[in-house]
């Protein structure tokens, strides 16, 4: 694929990021850092940095989505640093790594920077405060990449020990480890439904259900290491760039690669952003090119040719970019062919094959539908010999030439033998249940006698007459999940109209229950949907559904009732409640509330953090946020303590009264270091100390002053 536009800078590229308010951000290796249109790629400011960055397979420089702050590794890769972009200064530094910083990254809603290293361990700064606010789950090695949710509750950091940490910044609690790669994990991306995809130094790429934890997917054909990974178009599309300078592409429903080489540059690709107004796709280059590709290349080709009729060319330029293929233009091209090749196998049950070849013709100079219509016209070649042996009762031969010919099943001839069968079928099943009709039941399919899946089905009606009746009592008792059973395990009750009846009432009852959710009739909703549960097809989508529905229902009750404390804990549970504008009021709330307690925490101000945090104590969902505030406040006191050279043994009383509400943090670790920096003869060994635990932190524990 060509790129509709381009522009060349004199270094590698490392972030291409669309601002939130519209703009175009580009930063080099050097640091320096533009605000462009994103139209006219004209700069409208920017600045330099100077930090040079010699190694960037991971993140080492990110903004937050409204430009506002950044975060950097400097250049020897021993401190990471937050920034104000405007004023150029120094909010926060992270120099506590046991060895070199790995990669740095900001939360989707900018309200934290993370800072990760060779240690295995992630710092969270809060952003507004400067300080640090807590760590994320520690790996045994180091963390290469580190991911956000959309929504900004779910972090994922993807290590050297092969492992995929969880976290969710709401409730700030860890989730799960995801354990199933071989090879030290490069790189991760989140994606819409909960999904997560990952890739490592073996180039295997899984996609995982964050929720259950399990693998939904291992994606085929990723031959070169990953050096960036983007989703586009309302998620229905995955590129992963290269170190050789190609752009994967997949689809995310069937997880079917569709191109290798979905675009080849002279180099690394080394950023990527998808514009979701224009459906663009930006690459940045280690070469400094910053390339622009239209995802939907030659759509507009398509519509005029398809007006044409040229339908050969339409399939090229589809197959030139594999995109096309999933366009509503595209499927027009789809449906016409259905409805031709309906046509023309109507033209050749009438032996009119002239009519079907003119019928055939627009579509000859296509490879893939060439073959098709040699092969129909090639298969009903004998098709007369068909009807003949069916309209002449000779039903084994008939049946016979349609297991020879496959398209014969799709005519009225054979559904006009089918209907014979279920009609004798149908009667043999009055006499099946009588022990002296077995002789009857005989006669009556006599004629299916040869036929191999007809006799099949017979011998099992008659050995297993009593199958049959429990199977007709279970659907009659509406115990569904039986009958399902039996189904399972004896696959011939599938030829009774009872097990059509009962599929039949499945689809009904499914298209009732989503009729219903439209309406907001949720209660009869999840009376319909508890009963397809015990449907085959639907047990999985319909137990989801109710789980779905019970939570947005005890949700907007709790908001109706003004029960936030519920309302919260229950959005806390199920994320999707974020994107309501009940769910987004609630956290929007939150986050101003967080924000401004984090602010009176560093100034030890216990009691102004409660003012403000007071409505969150009864919600146990927010505990060990509020404990990660209360821990910074009490840290604030004891750093204060420190400066005031107040008494030695106030302090390390402090130390003991905090390792015992919160156990023994990062924050305090260092805290100690550097109390024993100041008061030399102290003899506090934090071996011996009594440990608590932040996540069993509560409410009652909060003091005025750690130090009493």
């Given at each position: 694929m060509?790129?509709?536009?381009?522009?060349?800078?004199?270094?590698?590229?490392?972030?291409?990021?669309l601002?939130?308010?519209?703009r175009?951000?580009i930063?080099?290796s050097?640091?320096?850092?533009?605000?462009?249109?994103?139209?006219?790629?004209?700069?409208?400011?920017?600045?330099?940095?100077?930090?040079?960055h010699?190694?960037?397979?991971?993140?080492?420089?990110e903004?937050?989505?409204?430009?506002?702050?950044?975060?950097?590794?400097?250049?020897?890769?021993?401190?990471?640093?937050?920034?104000?972009?405007?004023?150029?200064?120094?909010l926060?530094?992270?120099?506590r790594h046991?060895?070199?910083?790995?990669?740095?990254?900001?939360?989707?809603?900018?309200r934290?920077?993370?800072?990760?290293?060779?240690?295995?361990?992630?710092?969270?700064?809060?952003i507004?405060?400067g300080?640090?606010?807590?760590?994320?789950?520690?790996?045994?090695?180091?963390?290469?990449?580190?991911?956000?949710?959309?929504?900004?509750?779910?972090?994922?950091?993807?290590?050297?020990?092969?492992?995929?940490?969880?976290?969710?910044?709401t409730?700030?609690?860890?989730?799960e480890?995801?354990?199933?790669?071989?090879?030290?994990?490069?790189?991760?991306?989140?994606?819409?439904?909960?999904?997560?995809?990952?890739?490592?130094k073996?180039?295997?790429?899984?996609?995982w259900?964050?929720?259950?934890g399990k693998?939904?997917?291992?994606?085929?054909?990723?031959?070169?290491?990953?050096?960036?990974?983007?989703?586009?178009?309302?998620?229905?599309?995955?590129?992963?760039?290269?170190?050789?300078?190609?752009?994967?592409?997949?689809?995310?429903?069937?997880?079917?690669?569709?191109?290798?080489?979905?675009?080849?540059?002279?180099?690394a690709?080394?950023?990527?952003?998808?514009?979701?107004?224009?459906?663009?796709?930006?690459?940045?280059?280690?070469?400094?090119?910053?390339?622009?590709?239209?995802?939907?290349?030659?759509?507009?080709?398509?519509?005029?040719l398809?007006?044409?009729?040229?339908?050969d060319?339409?399939?090229?330029?589809?197959?030139?970019?594999p995109?096309?293929?999933?366009?509503?233009t595209?499927?027009?091209?789809?449906?016409?062919?259905?409805?031709?090749?309906i046509?023309?196998?109507?033209?050749?049950?009438?032996?009119?094959k002239?009519?079907?070849?003119?019928?055939?013709?627009?579509f000859?100079?296509?490879?893939?539908?060439?073959s098709?219509?040699?092969k129909?016209?090639?298969?009903?070649?004998?098709?007369s010999?068909?009807?003949?042996?069916?309209?002449?009762?000779?039903?084994?031969l008939?049946?016979?030439?349609?297991?020879?010919?496959?398209?014969?099943?799709e005519?009225?001839?054979?559904?006009?033998?089918e209907?014979m069968?279920?009609?004798?079928?149908?009667?043999?099943?009055?006499?099946?249940?009588?022990?002296?009709?077995?002789?009857?039941?005989?006669?009556?399919?006599?004629?299916?006698?040869g036929?191999?899946?007809?006799?099949?089905?017979?011998?099992?009606?008659?050995?297993?007459?009593?199958v049959?009746?429990?199977?007709?009592?279970?659907?009659?008792?509406?115990?569904?999940?039986?009958?399902?059973?039996?189904?399972?395990?004896?696959?011939?009750?599938?030829?009774?109209?009872?097990?059509?009846?009962?599929?039949?009432?499945?689809?009904?009852?499914?298209?009732?229950?989503?009729?219903?959710?439209?309406?907001g009739?949720?209660?009869?909703?999840?009376?319909?949907?508890?009963v397809?549960?015990?449907?085959?097809?639907f047990?999985?989508?319909?137990?989801?559904?109710?789980?779905?529905?019970?939570?947005?229902?005890?949700?907007?009750?709790?908001?109706?009732?003004?029960?936030?404390?519920?309302?919260?804990?229950?959005?806390?549970?199920?994320?999707?409640?974020?994107?309501?504008p009940?769910?987004?009021?609630?956290q929007?709330?939150?986050?101003?509330?967080?924000?401004?307690?984090?602010?009176?925490?560093?100034?030890?101000?216990?009691?102004?953090?409660?003012?403000i945090?007071?409505?969150?104590?009864?919600i146990?969902?927010?505990?060990?946020?509020?404990?990660?505030?209360?821990?910074?406040?009490?840290?604030?006191q004891?750093?204060?303590?420190?400066k005031?050279?107040r008494?030695?043994?106030e302090?390390?009383?402090?130390?003991?009264?905090?390792?015992?509400?919160?156990?023994?943090t990062?924050?305090?670790?260092?805290?100690?270091?550097?109390?024993?920096?100041?008061?030399?003869?102290?003899?506090?060994?934090?071996?011996?100390?009594?440990?608590?635990?932040?996540?069993?932190w509560?409410p009652?524990?909060?003091?005025?002053?750690?130090?009493?």
């Amino acid at each position: 694929m060509e790129p509709i536009k381009r522009k060349n800078f004199q270094d590698p590229i490392l972030v291409t990021k669309l601002l939130s308010d519209g703009r175009l951000l580009i930063v080099d290796s050097n640091t320096t850092v533009r605000y462009m249109d994103k139209n006219t790629l004209e700069m409208n400011e920017g600045f330099k940095a100077n930090i040079t960055h010699i190694r960037y397979k991971t993140k080492v420089v990110e903004f937050s989505p409204n430009g506002e702050f950044f975060a950097v590794m400097t250049s020897d890769c021993m401190e990471s640093r937050l920034y104000n972009a405007k004023t150029k200064k120094a909010l926060a530094k992270v120099s506590r790594h046991q060895g070199e910083v790995s990669c740095v990254a900001i939360d989707p809603t900018g309200r934290y920077m993370f800072s990760s290293g060779d240690d295995g361990k992630t710092f969270g700064v809060d952003i507004n405060t400067g300080k640090l606010a807590f760590t994320l789950p520690v790996h045994v090695d180091t963390v290469n990449d580190i991911a956000f949710s959309d929504n900004g509750q779910w972090v994922a950091t993807a290590g050297y020990d092969k492992k995929i940490l969880l976290y969710n910044l709401t409730m700030m609690t860890p989730k799960e480890k995801l354990k199933v790669h071989a090879a030290p994990i490069t790189k991760l991306h989140f994606l819409s439904k909960h999904r997560l995809f990952s890739v490592d130094k073996n180039n295997t790429a899984i996609i995982w259900d964050i929720y259950s934890g399990k693998v939904i997917h291992r994606l085929q054909g990723v031959h070169d290491d990953v050096t960036c990974v983007i989703s586009g178009s309302d998620d229905k599309f995955l590129f992963l760039g290269t170190q050789l300078g190609y752009v994967l592409l997949y689809e995310l429903e069937k997880y079917e690669q569709l191109s290798r080489k979905y675009i080849k540059i002279k180099s690394a690709v080394v950023s990527m952003e998808y514009d979701k107004e224009l459906n663009q796709l930006l690459v940045g280059s280690e070469d400094g090119e910053l390339l622009f590709f239209d995802i939907y290349t030659g759509e507009a080709k398509i519509k005029e040719l398809l007006s044409q009729k040229r339908f050969d060319q339409v399939e090229t330029t589809a197959q030139e970019n594999p995109v096309l293929l999933y366009t509503e233009t595209y499927a027009l091209l789809a449906t016409l062919w259905e409805k031709t090749l309906i046509k023309a196998k109507h033209a050749l049950e009438q032996n009119d094959k002239e009519t079907a070849i003119k019928l055939f013709k627009p579509f000859k100079n296509i490879p893939s539908k060439n073959s098709i219509m040699q092969k129909v016209i090639l298969e009903y070649g004998e098709y007369s010999k068909f009807v003949a042996l069916a309209k002449g009762g000779k039903i084994a031969l008939a049946y016979g030439m349609a297991a020879s010919h496959p398209l014969y099943k799709e005519t009225k001839i054979y559904a006009q033998l089918e209907a014979m069968w279920q009609k004798s079928f149908v009667l043999a099943q009055k006499y099946v249940i009588d022990p002296r009709g077995e002789e009857k039941v005989k006669e009556i399919l006599a004629p299916y006698r040869g036929i191999t899946e007809k006799t099949k089905l017979i011998q099992d009606m008659l050995t297993q007459g009593e199958v049959y009746k429990r199977f007709r009592v279970a659907i009659s008792q509406k115990e569904y999940k039986i009958a399902f059973e039996l189904i399972k395990q004896h696959p011939f009750l599938k030829e009774f109209p009872d097990y059509t009846a009962l599929i039949n009432y499945g689809d009904k009852l499914y298209i009732k229950s989503q009729e219903l959710i439209k309406a907001g009739e949720t209660h009869a909703a999840i009376k319909i949907l508890r009963v397809l549960v015990d449907f085959s097809d639907f047990t999985n989508e319909a137990r989801e559904l109710v789980v779905e529905i019970e939570f947005r229902q005890r949700f907007f009750n709790a908001i109706e009732d003004k029960d936030f404390a519920t309302a919260y804990d229950i959005m806390a549970r199920y994320d999707d409640l974020l994107a309501t504008p009940d769910g987004q009021k609630l956290q929007n709330a939150w986050n101003k509330d967080l924000t401004d307690a984090n602010r009176a925490a560093i100034e030890g101000n216990v009691k102004e953090v409660s003012q403000i945090l007071d409505k969150y104590m009864s919600i146990s969902s927010k505990n060990r946020a509020l404990a990660t505030v209360y821990s910074l406040c009490y840290l604030t006191q004891l750093e204060r303590a420190v400066k005031a050279k107040r008494d030695r043994f106030e302090i390390e009383n402090g130390i003991k009264n905090f390792v015992l509400a919160f156990g023994l943090t990062d924050n305090i670790e260092n805290f100690i270091q550097i109390f024993k920096h100041y008061y030399k003869e102290s003899k506090l060994n934090i071996e011996l100390l009594t440990k608590g635990s932040i996540k069993m932190w509560r409410p009652s524990m909060i003091v005025d002053s750690i130090l009493d």
